[in-house]
């Protein structure tokens, strides 16, 4: 019998090993055979169990990663996977093995290199504010990581950070500023990529409210950023086992698609780098 937990909740279960077919792609794996779960969150969700898809440093052992097993087993074109989620939380969602479903692609992609294997994790230079680096990640961007997760609902970020962002941001409760709100972006691989007051921003009964979680991972783990369900609906993502890479391409959406959300620094003039501080100097 083993335990697994998970950031709310857990199940345990026993190990067992059989065929792992996704679709036509099929491997032998061991995986954990649930018998109990934790009332939360499972009786709030339809699945019935979790794919795992992290790297093999996060797994319960050898052969436990599907993944590895696919291409253990060379059932797959490339080494690789692609996500997709609709804006709408519809059917259209869907996760590709062994290719790049480039029909979900509204903009190039841009790869970083993984970190830290274990999560798919990657190295962040900045948080930006209406395309202006706030400075928030330390001069080499060594106070920031992000691990790209399709198993979180949220955004989620050190406290200190988080607290940073919300102060700058300036949210009105009564959202009375929401029209006129900044885009709030991450800087990875080089790139700024944008999340609009829409995506950021929790709009409810009581008001508005932004839409970033605390989250404080203790070393060697963290400090660590979560990029969860908001920030995936906006940007089509690539697993890259290959090559040990994640690929940020913007989400095509019907109807709401914004090309532009993905900034090069180097296109922006007269703009400060850092608080207080000219990108001429």
């Known amino acids: 019998m083993v335990t697994v937990t998970f950031g709310t909740g857990e199940m345990s279960g026993v190990f067992a090993n059989?065929?792992?077919?996704?679709?036509?792609?099929?491997?032998?794996?061991?995986f954990v055979s649930a018998s109990e779960e934790s009332e939360e969150p499972f009786n709030l969700v339809p699945f019935d169990g979790i794919l795992g898809l992290s790297l093999p440093e996060m797994s319960e052992g050898p052969s436990f990663n599907v993944f590895d097993c696919m291409i253990r087993d060379k059932v797959l074109k490339e080494n690789l996977f692609s996500v997709y989620f609709d804006h709408e939380n519809s059917a259209k969602s869907e996760i590709t093995f062994g290719e790049i479903n480039t029909e979900h692609m509204a903009s190039p992609l841009i790869y970083v290199p993984v970190s830290q294997p274990g999560y798919w994790q990657v190295p962040m230079e900045d948080i930006t504010i209406g395309n202006v680096q706030q400075g928030l990640c330390g001069e080499k961007g060594e106070k920031c990581q992000v691990a790209v997760d399709t198993g979180t609902s949220l955004l989620a970020g050190p406290t200190e950070i988080v607290n940073s962002i919300v102060d700058q941001l300036l949210v009105d409760p009564d959202c009375s500023n929401f029209?006129?709100?900044p885009n709030l972006g991450f800087m990875v691989g080089g790139h700024i990529l944008?999340?609009?007051?829409?995506?950021?921003?929790?709009k409810g009964p009581e008001?508005?409210?932004?839409?970033?979680?605390t989250l404080d991972i203790p070393p060697p783990r963290g400090p660590l950023f979560i990029f969860g369900d908001?920030?995936?609906r906006k940007?089509?993502?690539?697993?890259?086992?290959?090559?040990l890479r994640v690929g940020f391409a913007v989400a095509k959406q019907s109807g709401k698609t914004d090309t532009g959300l993905?900034?090069?620094?180097?296109?922006l003039k007269n703009v400060?780098?850092?608080r207080g501080e000219s990108a001429e100097k």
Request: charged residues 20%.
């Open 262 to 267: 993905i900034v090069d620094p180097a296109t």
């Open 207 to 213: 008001g508005c409210v932004v839409a970033l979680m």
């Open 272 to 274: 400060k780098r850092h």
């Open 194 to 202: 944008n999340l609009t007051p829409e995506d950021y921003i929790e």
């Open 18 to 30: 059989d065929v792992i077919c996704v679709g036509s792609i099929c491997t032998r794996s061991n």
């Open 179 to 181: 029209n006129s709100l």
């Open 235 to 243: 940007y089509f993502t690539v697993y890259d086992r290959g090559n």
């Open 230 to 232: 908001p920030f995936l």
